[in-house]
């Protein structure tokens, strides 16, 4: 299962992308059975996807910095109220207008464990993003 959670812009905007995305992770948290046991099987099921509703189709990307610290911050979300084991074995992805263009550095940051790719998985350019976090 991939849930997405992300923030409109009037949300970003008024520095309220942590306390959305957090209120939704919290939602997924409570309602997944076994994973603060750590339950291999539970964990195995879920990769979360952080996408700002905001770069959904409008070709809008957040910069790399803005993916890393949504990212990090999600994952001390985890770590904080799930577990750390939970949090260091949750993939994290990014989805909002990953093109060939942004994926190699988006790949690059610590916490963008992949992508949520729409549109662009039907273009040659999808390839590029495919190997981008090949070195």
Known sequence: VIPCIGEQLPEREANKT???C???LK???DNITGWKDMDKAALSKVVIAYEPVWAIG???VAT???AQEVHLALR???SDNVSPAVAAATRILYG???NAGNCKE???KADVDGFLVGGASLKPEFKDIVNAGKS
């Open 18 to 20: 942590m306390e959305v």
């Open 22 to 24: 957090t209120t939704q």
């Open 27 to 29: 939602f997924i948290a």
């Open 58 to 60: 409008t070709g809008k």
């Open 64 to 66: 790399p910095d803005q």
């Open 76 to 78: 001390k979300w985890l």
């Open 96 to 98: 909002g207008s990953v």
């Open 106 to 108: 988006l790949a690059g």
